[in-house]
């Protein structure tokens, strides 16, 4: 029987991932098969690399086993043994000890202390899913060997021409094998031949129903990521890129809707199987290429069945324009008032400015996805490199403070600082921290592009670039610069706490002259030893960032325009601009590791602020003012973007009108001119108890900096943090 089984099947499937069975009839020996990959290494030693990985690639392709369950509509599972993770690897570490040798030791101390990071990123693209859809593997590799037959060809162009070939033949080769597979292991049964014949469709021509769809969007996603290497961070529009085979499916009775809502529920599980770092994300909604809406019945029908599902991954982005029906709003804060917290807003109007103000088409700029948590790039037409390079804002403040000293490793970093009581008022000692953020930034860029002049010889994307019109119209991989932006992206993060800092400086110092800027200093080396009367009174009675304060947030809107005008535009090293984020995730937590105590009255080693929000719990004056605080600032300038985190207490939501308060929150938040902002709806009764008896709560999910969690999963600290933040709501 074909139908009707996902709860049966759902527990087994879960281990797909981790419990892989390979079929030892079905290929090599994954030890074998490293042995042939290293071999032909060696044999193309002194060509190409992107020849080199494309014959590696094409062999795993034929030669690996396989994973067939018969339970899973989407099989997918290749023992590659990450070996083309692996050789990439090696290449980067020989780049590291030999050609980048010295300039990584030029910005050691930088990166040593966290101040700030540069490195590789080729973990945040997405193929082009509109051509990956409408053309498949026969499609994309007919539109190469066209291609391939018009161009006048370099030799690098040759090269690349006809390793995209290999490897797209390659990958048509596994549809095959795993249709093989399937038939072999399901005999005559019913679903193993629906199965099979979808994936057979798949090897000579484009999806023609939405399983073969699925079907692909699964098997591009695995040997892209997986085996390719180049993660995708974005399965696209689902709703858009569905909905043609959902409405002919069930124009023609191909699937019944409850058969297509079956499917949804293994697509789904899939992703939470494979337990991707910060999650699998797509998106809904957003305008159409015409400016008509993008939500379709196929949105509601995602949501209803991602809620069903009460699991923590996928993650879901909501494109968010002024005429997003509301009836679809309601029913995605329904879903987290619930429990079910995969979600996070993202505003259309800024997004689409942001990419215009670097350069993008503005149709490009519309045709959007999201990257990773939340970063916008044109589908199709950009290489974003999203998380290449960090900059930590509150310790260039913390360098100033120190005379030029990192306070943590006690190495000068950035620029040369004058000494910290030199500074006449505060303007002479704002402009101090806006240079060292500014060597910070630069820091980081200059590092990116030393990186991205070698990424032809450690990163070739035969399969991503063959999405990608504009990669195979001038025979360039995505990675050389083939696409139509090539862009990188710095994040800028920790700006409350910058700004709560610089405002305590301004007020101790230059208004109230109680101290000088070095027996500030000395205090927060110290770790605030002796001097606990001070720091509570920063925390308690000093303004800060969040609480609708003027002037506080005029000067986080200048901290930030100041950062966008030393990043957006300036050139990387592929032929594109950078891009400023101003996000923070995770690295909050690891960079304030290695940042001592901050004057805003943090003691050191402690989290940083989170993306947009106040420092945890300095939000006082509510919900309404932390969005004034936060739209005070020009986001168009953020094309790398960045989220609000909102608390909401359980009680303040409920019933009708707690939908109506929450309609009027993002509505407020998105015509002010807001990035991007995701709810927490919870109670610290329920977190407190949460952390007395953990089995008892084991699905209960929060949204986290940019994805989305199991409470009971996370440390001890993030867990205080929440609960500190909740009772904040609360108050």
Known sequence: MIWGNFEKDRADLSAQYSEPHWDETSGMHAEDLRTACLQIERDTKGKSRMETKSLILDFILRNAQLDVDLRDFFPDMLNHDRLPFRIRGRWIQDLRRNELAEILKTHEAGQNG?????????????????????????????????????????????????????????????????????????????????????????????PQNILEAMQLSM????????????????????????????????????????????????????????????????????????????????????????????????????????????????????????????????????????????????????????????????????????????????????????????????????TVTADPDSYADFDAFFAAVKEQIAAFLKGSMDLIRAYESYYPTISQAPLLSSTFADCVERGVDAYAGGAKYNNSSVVAFSVANTVDGLTAVKKL???????????????LNRNWEGHEMLRREILKKHPKYGNGNPEVDHLAAELVDFAASCVNGQPNGRGGVFRLGLFSIDYRITFGERTGATIDGRRSGEMLSKNMG??????????????????????????????????????????????????????????????????????????????????????????????????????????????????????
């Open 614 to 731: 106040a420092v945890t719990a300095m939000d006082k004056e509510g919900i309404t003012a932390l969005i004034q605080s936060v739209t005070t600032i020009d986001y168009k300038k953020v094309p790398d973007g960045t989220v609000l985190d909102a608390m909401l207490h359980t009680s303040a939501v409920e019933g009708e009108s707690g939908l109506c308060a929450m309609h009027a929150l993002l509505k407020t938040y998105m015509d002010c001119g807001g990035f991007a902002i995701q709810f927490n709806v919870l109670s610290p009764d329920v977190l407190y108890a949460a952390q007395r008896e953990p089995e008892k709560y084991a699905t209960l999910q929060v949204r986290l900096c940019g994805w989305n969690v199991y409470f009971t999963e996370l440390s001890r600290a993030e867990q205080d943090e929440l609960i500190k933040q909740c009772e904040n709501a609360s108050a």
């Open 219 to 414: 098997l591009f996603r695995m040997l892209q990521s997986a085996l390719e290497g180049e993660a995708i961070r974005s399965v696209g529009g689902l709703d858009r890129l569905f909905y043609p085979f959902y409405k002919k499916d069930i124009e023609n009775g191909t699937f019944t809707e409850a058969q297509i809502r079956e499917l949804f529920r293994y697509y789904f599980w899939k992703f939470y199987s494979m337990k991707v770092t910060a999650n699998m994300p797509f998106y809904l909604g957003g305008r159409l290429a015409d400016g008509s809406s993008g939500i379709n019945a196929l949105s509601y029908l995602i949501v209803e069945e991602y809620a069903a599902l009460d699991v923590d991954d996928p993650k879901i982005h909501i494109r968010w324009y002024d005429e997003i029906p509301q009836d679809f709003v309601s029913l995605v804060f329904t879903t987290i008032r619930n429990g079910r917290n995969s979600f996070m807003f993202i505003n259309d109007n800024v997004v689409e400015s942001a990419l215009v103000s670097i350069g993008e088409d503005p149709c490009d700029a519309r045709n959007y996805t999201v990257i990773g948590c939340y970063e916008p790039a044109a589908l199709g037409k950009e290489i974003p490199c999203t998380c290449a390079g960090r900059a930590n804002m509150v310790k260039a403040l913390l360098t100033v403070m120190n005379g030029g000293l990192d306070s943590y490793t006690g190495e000068r970093v950035g």
């Open 114 to 206: 966290f101040s700030y990071t540069g490195n590789t990123d080729l973990s945040h693209c997405s193929p082009d899913w509109d051509a990956v859809m409408q053309l498949g593997f026969t499609g994309l590799l007919e539109r190469v060997q066209k291609a391939h037959a018009a161009n006048s060809k370099t030799e690098e162009q040759e090269v690349f021409y006809t390793s995209t070939e290999r490897v797209l033949i390659g990958s048509i080769a596994i549809v095959g094998r795993l249709a093989d597979a399937v038939e072999a292991k399901g005999g005559g049964d019913e679903k193993a031949a629906l199965i099979a014949k979808s994936l057979r469709n798949l090897t000579v021509g484009a």
């Open 509 to 523: 110092v230059y208004e109230e002259k109680r101290y000088t800027v070095s027996e500030l200093a000395d205090i």
